[in-house]
């Protein structure tokens, strides 16, 4: 004859064993969704940095390092230089 104690205490272990798994696959899943919300974020704020460069003058070089053109914000005005290879500004508006 079976002890009634005993197969109570058989029937609370297997409760226990099946919340445990339970909760191990709410962990993994949770650890997933957490490490899916990181990738996100990190992907979020690399494209905000490389959306928009920010200066006020930029400074356009050919392969040999001249100056070709700058793009320049004086004051209200913004002021585009195109310069020859020689070093001469060819146009410049306004």
């Given at each position: ?6 197969g ?41 940095t ?13 392969a ?31």
């Amino acid at each position: 004859m079976q002890d009634p104690g005993l197969g109570q205490l058989v029937d609370r272990v297997t409760r226990l064993e099946h919340d445990l798994a339970t909760l191990r696959r709410l962990g993994a899943v949770a650890a997933v969704l957490g490490a899916g919300f990181a990738a996100v974020i990190v992907i979020l704020v690399l494209h905000s940095t490389r959306a928009a460069i920010q200066a006020e003058r930029f400074v356009f070089r050919d392969a040999s390092g001249r100056t070709r053109a700058t793009l320049i914000v004086s004051g209200e005005a913004l002021v585009l230089e195109l310069v020859e290879p020689g070093g001469r500004v060819r146009w410049r508006a306004p």
